[in-house]
């Protein structure tokens, strides 16, 4: 019997509110905090413990091999949320007062990350949406303290359009194609529905968008007006069960699941697993690779792991898609870290202090091979007015065991979405009485 | 109008409202004898299948893991029995209901606690694919589906209606007191009562979990069968079975035929809807029974 002690002691913390569940003899001065608002039960609680599990991991690999960044230790505690809005702003305000302060806050959620932008700003705390969170928060102009690190979901739709091109034989060939995209029934599933609308005008194709509701666990109505229109590809815009669900409703209209394309929140292997043999062929989007193989991941299993102090109850899930994606997470926040040292010194930082570390991050691939992650996701380079920092993905395709790549590194269509971007963070910038900083002249002066 | 594009439409929301009616089953069972709505079975559900799965992974062969489940949900029934609702005989219908309500988030989170939190895939061997009848599809699986549900009212259906134990069992939801009065040992037949929803919690738990893959919202689809309770009646099995089928067929044919006017989305409030208009013109459901009350 699978008894979780690790799990136990994990809702122990939380019954008693949420304390931190390591603890450092230095004084704070020579701490850097990172609050963790984690979801560890609850219907997405797969993603949540492979996330932070491999944030966590991250963090102790840092301090037990490096004594830190830099000497500073790295320490965090969690809050339980259940991926639900209101207990992830009642965590967050339990734990911004916390001595030292937080350096960086990472929920893990659209819901929650939406909420907590205002306030956020208003402490002068960054808040990472990697993968997800809002567009337009991509320009760092308007938007200061939010950073989509990685991939923000209109470049998303962009590779995700790009990819079904390079199969047709070539973007002018997307003209003859047909596409459905299936999305789930939330804000973070109809963000991509203007985007999607503007790239069928520019390359022609036909396009039906359709929504299923949370949580998907019944989807024949859907699929039965996919199987009437015949498309050529369905984009899986999904979360949590509605993957798998989703791949075993097109298997029982005859849709092949070689042709479902799936973007980054359907990308895990608890999505397609479940499927059991209806999910093999698909093909789904990431920004890190999976598997074992990278040098960091391999640390962390042996300095980690083999010391018997990983944050994973199963230590199979290590190299998951949700894992490798925490362990990105971690060097992304740890770099913002070590880059903001090297201006305001080594010792303990303000979170605006590491808002300019993030900022200013700029991992290159020699740089990320150095760092043991060769392979594991391609390159970042944030900038003042660019907060998620290239975009570069990849496509992985299930055999019914694992996932393997099955593309280059490709990035986005920069020159259709920037000014989308640009025009929607100004709106906002309008909206909320907010004036745009000017990041040519802040980088002229720090130059 | 495409007529077989239609009839598959037809089938396909019939065969949907199964999967509803399955879970209701557990809800009347238990309303229809001790008077309790019990919130907690899409818990007890999701425990089913977890404790089944997880056992089933550790090596026992299906119908080992499967009599083990059934046991521990039988035990599980009975020590609800014992340490919630005994003590809250007599009391108020919202008294009780409030106690199933806690209970399930005890229940969620002990599975949880017990077994983790990852997802698990469930291969009852019965293939998800489409039967091709001309041109209209139809899924293997959810004729199984059909067929599993089918078999359970009709034995249900039959121990209530010609046995003594489903004699007593329907004198203890008509009068608690009259019940006691005449000899009947209510709480072996709560105890009963509790082992089968956990059975028909087991079996709906496999069937969905096959579906959906064994996972926390395994629990959630509890909250598609209460509309499927106002439309059948809360004591009525076959009222299960016909409000499951109209709820799944009103759903797939306004997402399929509706959905695309006006945005899609429509099954996430069609059946709540339609529970609505019942509430409104007949408030027992199809097949419940009237309560007549001295005043």
Request: with cysteine.
């Amino acid at each position: 019997m699978k008894l979780r002690g690790t799990l136990a002691s994990l809702l122990l913390a939380t019954a008693i509110g949420g304390l931190p569940l390591t603890s450092h003899a230095q004084t704070p001065t020579h701490q850097q905090y990172f609050p963790l608002q984690s979801y560890r039960v609850g219907p997405y609680a797969a993603g949540g413990t492979g996330f932070f599990g491999g944030f966590i991991d991250y963090m102790n690999l840092i301090n037990t091999r490096d004594g830190g960044v830099n000497g500073v230790k790295l320490t965090w505690s969690e809050c339980e949320t259940q991926y639900v809005v209101e207990k992830g702003v009642e965590c967050y305000q339990r734990l911004k007062s916390h001595v030292p302060p937080p350096s960086a806050w990472n929920p893990l959620s659209v819901g929650i990350a939406y909420a907590m932008i205002p306030d956020i700003t208003a402490d002068k705390v960054p808040l990472i949406t990697i993968d997800h969170g809002r567009t337009d928060s991509t320009d760092g102009a308007v938007f200061p303290y939010v950073f989509p690190l990685l991939m923000n979901p209109y470049s998303e739709t962009s590779a995700i359009i790009n990819f079904i091109g390079s199969k047709s034989g070539g973007d002018e060939k997307l003209g003859s194609k047909s596409i459905v995209v299936l999305y789930h029934g939330s804000p973070y599933g109809r963000e991509t529905i203007p985007i999607y609308q503007l790239l069928a005008k520019k390359y022609g194709f036909k396009l039906q968008q359709i929504e299923v509701p949370d949580p998907g666990t019944q989807q024949q109505s859907q699929w039965l007006q996919i199987r009437r229109i015949r498309p050529d590809y369905v984009v899986l815009r999904g979360w949590g069960v509605m993957n798998p669900v989703a791949l075993k409703s097109a298997q029982e209209v005859g849709f092949p699941a070689d042709h479902i394309i799936g973007n980054v929140w359907s990308n895990s292997e608890e999505d397609a697993r479940p499927a059991g043999n209806a999910a093999k062929g698909y093909i789904a989007l990431t920004t890190q690779a999976t598997g074992t193989r990278y040098p960091v991941i391999q640390q962390i299993q042996n300095i980690i792991y083999k010391a018997h102090q990983g944050n994973m109850s199963d230590p199979a899930r290590v190299g998951s898609v949700y894992y490798n994606l925490g362990v990105v997470n971690g060097i992304l926040n740890v770099e913002a870290v070590r880059i903001a040292q090297a201006k305001f010194g080594n010792h303990s930082l303000t979170g605006d202090q590491v808002r300019w570390g993030f900022e200013h991050l700029d991992l290159s691939v020699a740089k990320v091979q150095a760092l043991g992650a060769a392979g594991l996701f391609h390159s970042i380079d944030v900038t003042c007015n660019d907060h998620e920092g290239h975009g570069y993905i990849t496509f992985q395709q299930w055999n019914g065991k694992e996932w393997n790549r099955i593309s280059d590194w490709i990035a986005p269509d920069w020159a259709i979405l920037r000014p989308i971007i640009e025009a929607s963070a100004n709106k906002y910038a309008a909206q909320n009485h907010i004036t745009p900083r000017v990041c040519s002249t802040e980088e002229a002066a720090a130059n | 109008m495409d007529w077989s594009f239609l009839i598959g439409v037809v089938i396909s929301g019939l065969l949907a409202g199964v999967m509803y009616s399955l879970v209701a089953i557990g809800f009347v069972l238990i309303y229809k004898t001790s008077g309790v709505l019990n919130f907690a079975q899409g818990s007890m559900l999701l425990f089913a299948a977890l404790t089944f799965v997880s056992l089933h992974e550790e090596g026992l062969p299906f119908w080992i893991a499967f009599v083990l489940t059934l046991a521990i949900m039988v035990l599980l029934g009975v020590l609800i029995e014992k340490i919630v609702l005994r003590p809250l005989i007599n009391q108020p219908p919202i008294t009780l209901f409030m106690a199933t309500l806690g209970l399930s988030y005890i229940i969620e989170g002990g599975a949880q606690f017990v077994w983790g939190t990852q997802v698990h895939q469930l291969d009852l061997g019965i293939a998800d694919v489409p039967l091709p009848l001309n041109s209209i599809l139809i899924s293997q699986f959810d004729i199984f589906c059909a067929g599993v549900a089918g078999a359970i009212v009709a034995v249900l259906g039959v121990v209530l209606q010609y046995t003594r134990v489903g004699l007593a069992f329907r004198a203890a939801a008509f009068d608690q007191y009259a019940a006691l009065n005449t000899g009947l040992r209510l709480p072996r037949i709560w105890a009963i009562t509790w082992g089968v929803a956990g059975f028909i919690a087991l079996v709906g738990g496999l069937l969905w979990g096959a579906r959906t893959g064994v996972q926390f919202s395994l629990s959630l689809v509890v909250l598609k069968s209460l509309p499927v309770l106002v439309v059948g009646g809360f004591d009525s099995i076959i009222g299960a079975i016909v409000g499951g089928l109209l709820v799944g067929l009103t759903e797939t044919l306004m997402e399929v035929y509706v959905g695309p006017f006006i945005g899609g989305g429509i099954d996430q409030w069609i059946a709540y809807a339609l529970a609505l208009a019942f509430l409104l013109i007949k408030p027992t459901g199809l097949f419940g029974q009237r309560s007549v009350e001295r005043v």
